[in-house]
């Protein structure tokens, strides 16, 4: 029994080293859907490094009996600056994979998401490393041994911004030069999906763009999903150059980037055209940027 006993530990020592993986797909926009099961009731979710706190929708939410709200209130801003009052309610847990997260805070939302039942987000993933395979269409939650061996590979690192709020919603920001002429701040959000450059107008005049030019700029109007009363005004001009600050990682050329109206940030942007291989280790602040699958 005792021989039993500790074969057991072992071998569950072993399972707890080894890297989890979770494929996704992609949709047509370029968003990471994965499968998680929470509350025991698996979903289809958007893997989410700017939406700051786990969402489900109020449908999911009454088939995984997420009903519980938690006392309080927390007041959250679109990157638009549209305030969303967030309900927080307790769960049991989400489990991604083999990873699970005990008692994890999931916001309620009262929206129709298609086949999509919500989004996870940065939250789960404080202390646990992570690759985004752009190439290989999967998630892999690091080791500290595998983490070591990227780490060795030499990519480009680049440094990470945490803005964790009240330890309830966390997003990752990095600095990035544009058109070698200004060091602008950006929030890196995979649930964004693909091609997606968002700027502050207030730097237009900067970079030499006229808003007013019709030749060059084009004027667009988005509806919001969530407050349909809510509208911004968007100016689409040309970008030269896009890189990540003080590192060798590549930068993205000749591009079309969206100038928003009411953007409370520098910037908001997708992720995969950094590169098809891309690590975040979030307790060192760190992206680890890789230029070929594993």
Known sequence: MRVLFLFLLISLSIASS?????????????????KAVVNGVEGSFVFDTGGGVNVV?????GKANITRQKDGGYTAFRATGERVDVVFYASQSIAIGSYKIDNPEIAVLDADFGPIDGLI???????QPFTIDYSGKKLVLETTQSLQAIRKKNRASVPLQLEDSRGRSLDIFAYFRVNDTLTLQFLL???SGSGVFRLNPRYMPQ???DK???????VREHRSEIDTAFVSRTYIAE???LQPHQTNARPHTAFKAAFVDGLIYDGIISIDWMG???TFDLARRELLVGQEAK
Do not use: C, M, W, Y
Request: charged share 20%.
């Open 189 to 191: 959000d995979s649930g």
């Open 207 to 209: 970079l030499g763009i």
């Open 121 to 127: 987000s940065l939250v789960n993933f404080r202390t």
């Open 18 to 34: 080894a890297q989890v993986v979770i494929p996704f797909e992609q949709t047509p926009q370029g968003h990471i859907l994965i």
């Open 57 to 61: 929708t109020k449908k999911f939410a």
């Open 212 to 218: 007013s030019d019709s030749a060059k700029v084009q």
């Open 239 to 241: 970008i030269k150059k």
């Open 276 to 278: 098809p291989v891309l």
